[in-house]
């Protein structure tokens, strides 16, 4: 039986790829259908709260990052340029991912992303978003890990570290918070969101996903945002690492 994407999946499409024809669609059409029915309309309409199209296209440009998919990146970062994300949102997400997922999966997509950038007439480089410098790193940066993660967590973290092995606690507070977590191009409530996006895509992260659950209740994001987020990833890296994603959140912000 035939079958052809819904109106309001092919409203989406046209909104996300206004000039794109998926060879799939000649190929695969049924897949394309029923693919394009769940991730372009039946999860949108179950999203609960206000997750505007440029942030759904932000965390989902995160989550692709982490399960290596070059080629489908490609295709969510034209539609992410062309509905409000910004040239500095996309340099921020795909450095950020670099802390999560090391420079040898992203630097496919920090190339990926300068030759979308030049193609569109962008110059290289771009604002500069650091606001710490070699001297200040480690104090900004720790302070703002204790502002996400939280005093007693940190101190404990610190403090429960094996001697040899505290070096470890100085690369998260210096590196990954003070010089990524501290840049602007995004604030700390997108930055934790996309921190999320990306350790559930990536996968065998659980812990991290649970803490930085945590982390995103403590800077005002809420379990239904969680939620939401989850629901927009589901298409783009299956059922296993969401479902996984949503256990943490049970476990850290059940249901009232």
Partial sequence: MS?????????????????????????????????????????????????????????????????GAVTEYRVILGAALDNGVTPIQVKEIVY??????????????????????????????????????????????????????????VDGMYANAPADARRFQGFLSGNCFGDYYTRGGLD????????????????????????????NVNVGNTRAQLLDVLTVLLPFVGYPRTLNGLTAVNEVSPPE
Avoid at 116 to 140: F, K
Wanted: hydrophobic residues 40%.
């Fill in 3 to 67: 079958r052809t994407p819904g109106a309001d999946a092919r409203a989406e499409h046209d909104v996300l790829f206004p000039s794109r024809t998926s060879d799939l669609a000649r190929t695969d059409p049924e897949f394309v259908a029923f693919f394009d029915d769940f991730a372009f309309d039946e999860t949108l309409r179950a999203v609960t709260g206000d997750l505007p199209r440029p942030e759904r296209l932000m965390y989902q440009l995160g989550a692709v990052i982490a399960v």
């Fill in 96 to 153: 950020q991912a670099t802390a999560y997922v090391g420079i040898a999966r992203v630097i496919d997509f920090l190339h990926a992303t300068n030759e979308l950038l030049t193609e569109r007439g962008v110059a290289l480089p771009l604002e500069g978003q650091s606001s710490t410098t070699p001297e200040t790193r480690n104090t900004d940066g720790l302070a703002k890990q204790k502002e996400i993660v939280g005093d007693d967590t």
């Fill in 188 to 215: 700390v409530r997108q930055r934790e969101l996309l921190t999320f996006s990306v350790l559930v895509a990536l996968g065998g992260a659980d812990g991290q996903v649970k803490g930085h659950v945590k982390a």
